[in-house]
């Protein structure tokens, strides 16, 4: 039978995209899986029951999407013995590896393929992805809406007008998640010096963590009128915030951001 998306990867967002794809109705008969890892593909067809194996020729030999869920620096040599098949069957190719640029993805994969740009976070693993998309102004409004429904089977998605813009979603939300688990962990490990038990420490900041998130995603997304909300007039809240102003946290937080966004520049130059 012939398969209707093919992912090149069996990785975290390679795993996430087959659950939510599985949660949306797609057959696991529709999907196959290629990774280098034997012990991987296992995996994959213990859980999901999909076809998975290390053969990315065989994958995507049926395929009419082929989502390319590997490193930035594996993307080229995973693709150059891909092109004539993915040109040939004119394959919608989707691309989640930072950096990498439409131009470069275009050329790897043939004049016949299509290709869409798209940066989701680790939270697709439970469903609650954001992700950013892209695709150049040739693309058919039909291949924008097939990449859009992939995407969206692991969260929300914004599409981006400019590609660079990627670079700023990467920063944002790509590596947005581990910026939130390190000031939590920060908070716990603070918490444990101020004197608490650790194993409380630790529930009560993820627990803090996952309120905060579900909070501000209720909301109306003025973030500052959240924070306002806790942090009364001379109250703890305000304290502590005076702190993070006084050492400059949106100072750091933009050059954190600024050198994200310049590394996923730097891989499109140095793999691109």
Same mark, same amino acid.
Request: glycine share 10%; proline share 3%; with cysteine.
């Given at each position: ?10 990785? *975290? ?14 057959? %696991? ?14 995996? +994959? ?33 995973? #693709? ?11 394959? +919608? !190719? ?18 016949? $393929?299509? !290709? ?8 697709? +693993? !439970? ?9 150049? %102004? ?9 990449? $859009? ?12 007008? *400019?590609?660079?813009? #990627? ?9 947005? %998640? ?8 920060? &908070? &716990?490990?603070?918490? !444990? ?23 501000? *995603? ?6 500052? $009128? ?47």
């Amino acid at each position: 039978m012939a398969r209707q998306l093919a992912i090149l990867g069996g990785g *975290h967002m390679g795993r996430a995209l087959i659950s939510g794809l599985l949660r949306c109705g797609a057959r %696991p008969e529709d999907l196959a899986v290629a990774d280098l890892s034997a012990p991987t593909c296992e995996s +994959l067809k213990r859980d999901f029951a999909v076809h998975a194996g290390e053969d990315a020729g065989a994958a995507i030999s049926g395929a009419d999407t082929v989502v390319i869920a590997v490193k930035p620096q594996h993307v080229a040599a995973l #693709l150059a013995p891909l092109r004539s098949t993915l040109s040939e069957r004119r394959a +919608l !190719v989707i691309s989640v590896a930072a950096g990498i640029r439409s131009a470069s993805l275009r050329q790897w994969c043939g004049e016949g $393929a299509t !290709v869409v740009r798209a940066m989701p976070n680790c939270a697709a +693993l !439970v469903g609650a992805g954001m992700s950013g998309l892209f695709a150049t %102004p040739d693309v058919a409004p039909a291949a924008r809406a097939a990449a $859009a429904r992939v995407l969206a089977a692991v969260g929300e998605i914004v599409w981006l007008e *400019h590609e660079e813009a #990627l670079d700023v979603v990467t920063a944002l939300c790509g590596s947005g %998640p581990a910026y939130f688990f390190s000031l939590a962990e920060s &908070m &716990m490990q603070a918490a !444990v010096e101020l004197g608490l038990d650790a194993a409380a420490a630790r529930k009560l900041a993820v627990g803090t963590l996952y309120g905060a998130g579900l909070v501000a *995603h209720g909301s109306d997304g003025d973030l500052g $009128a959240l924070r306002a909300a806790v942090a009364s007039t001379g109250g703890t809240t305000e304290a502590a915030l005076r702190v993070f102003a006084a050492a400059d946290l949106s100072g750091i937080t933009l050059k954190a951001m600024q050198a994200a966004a310049r590394r996923s520049r730097e891989l499109a130059a140095q793999f691109g």
